[in-house]
């Protein structure tokens, strides 16, 4: 919890945005703004500078994510800017202060169940033998639904069987299946590159001969992004 409200991890030799996977290595001093600031320091900055708080990142995502109605988003972005509960009645149209009071107590009931559920799934896994593991969802998926109900073994399987010697022998119809697949591919695409359209089709042909395919899904699976006229694309983030 602690290394998701802070939005970045550490180790040895370096710190990571968990928001990005922006790495800033330690016993380096990072120029910004004519200063100069240690790893941890510059970590904070860059946090702010692009994505502006961890706060209005988290809140960001997809509400399958965070479980939260896009009223509850309007709440907690408004609480968070530090506005009574008078501004947010008028900013909202909302009926009167004690209704904001009554979202309030909701959202903290909403927090007192989450923790409870948390620790039921901390002590589960103590227990819990059998449990799968479960392929992450990656953080740019523009829908999460059952397709991302995959395990690590099924993972495996799929790559096994669609791929030989790291080309992709044929596209999977089953919509889990191409997940998989276009998920290994974008792991093999470089992270803060931007390729041109001529670029990015040749180093995609080396997967698979129908490239314009495997562009179109990578895009509309949240791998990649790209400019309106399709002359740029890039890994997003």
């Known amino acids: 919890m602690d290394e998701l409200k802070s939005g970045y991890i550490q180790d040895s ?6 928001l990005c996977g922006e790495r800033i290595e330690k ?10 600031y240690e790893a941890e320091r510059y970590m ?18 997809d509400k399958k994510l965070i479980g939260l109605t896009e009223h509850q988003r309007n709440l907690l972005s408004l609480f968070y800017q530090g506005k009574d509960d008078k501004e947010i009645q008028k900013e909202l149209n909302i009926g009167s202060a004690s209704t904001i009071r009554h979202h309030r107590f909701a959202l903290k009931e ?19 033998e059998y449990a799968p593991a479960f392929v992450p969802v990656h953080k ?13 073994d099924e993972h495996d399987q799929f790559v096994h069987k669609y791929f030989s010697d790291g080309v992709l022998t044929k596209f999977p119809q089953k919509e889990k299946q191409r997940l998989v697949i276009l998920r290994e591919i ?22 698979y001969e129908d490239y314009v395919l495997i562009r179109r899904y990578l895009v509309d699976y949240g791998f990649l992004d790209r400019t309106a006229d399709g002359s740029k694309y890039w890994v997003k983030k």
């Open 186 to 207: 974008s792991n093999h695409l470089q992270k803060d590159y931007q390729y041109d359209e001529q670029e990015l089709n040749k180093l995609l042909k080396g997967f």
């Open 27 to 36: 016993g380096i001093v990072y120029p910004y703004e004519n200063r100069f």
């Open 13 to 18: 030799s370096s710190f990571t945005c968990l």
């Open 110 to 128: 909403k927090e007192r169940q989450a923790r409870v559920f948390l620790a039921l799934m901390e002590l589960l896994k103590e227990k819990d």
């Open 44 to 61: 904070r900055i860059h946090i702010e500078r692009t994505h502006q708080s961890v706060f209005d990142y988290l809140l960001g995502m």
């Open 140 to 152: 740019t998926a523009t829908m999460v639904d059952e397709r991302y109900n995959i395990t690590q």
